[in-house]
């Protein structure tokens, strides 16, 4: 029997990767054959890092997990997706609140590719309030970010904010 390899992608801002992300990465990989992490490049948020930064951030974070690829894309996630052969669009779910965004964006995404489907996986439990937000806004203020960002991110945090070494 000739088994389809699974591709997915799970695409997001990640200015910069929280543990949540984190959390979800390590699941989806698990799910898909090969997992393609898509940063957004035509943000119109401010970001704090550079594209070329949280993709230098992401890779060193997921080395122990080989079958996972750190990109960055413009334009539709969809066609990004179908350009990488993906079929599975990851998205992480926190709280109720997370749904109303989620669904919208999954159903327009529905519409214009049908055959992608939108998967939502929810971060353990410990992860439910992290947000790279309030993580930026936090440390911004001094506050302690450690357990909620990966140690590496922590410290590039702190240089960016607080010039810190
Ligand atoms: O982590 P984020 O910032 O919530 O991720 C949002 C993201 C990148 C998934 C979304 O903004 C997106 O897909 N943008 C690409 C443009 C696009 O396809 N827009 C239509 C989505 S319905």
């Known amino acids: 029997m000739i088994s389809k390899r699974v591709v997915a992608v799970y695409p997001g801002s990640f200015d910069p990767i929280t543990n949540g992300h984190l959390d979800v990465i390590a699941r ?32 060193e974070v997921v080395t ?47 519409r214009l590719r049908p055959e992608i489907e939108t998967v939502f996986l929810m971060a353990g439990e410990a992860y439910s309030f992290i947000s790279s937000k309030l993580v930026k806004e936090v440390i911004a203020y001094g506050g302690n970010i450690s357990g909620l960002v990966p140690a590496s991110v922590e410290s590039k945090l702190r240089k960016r904010l607080h010039g810190e070494n």
């Open 28 to 59: 989806a990989a698990r799910l898909a054959d090969h997992l393609i992490i898509g940063i957004l490049r035509n943000d119109e948020k401010t970001s704090l890092f550079s594209v070329a930064e949280r993709i230098e951030m992401l890779k």
């Open 64 to 110: 122990h997990l080989p079958n996972v690829e750190v990109s960055s894309f413009d334009g539709l996630l969809v066609e990004f997706a179908a350009a990488q052969g993906a079929s599975f669009i990851i998205r992480g779910i926190r709280a109720v609140s997370d749904y109303e965004y989620e669904l919208q964006m999954a159903l327009m995404n529905r």
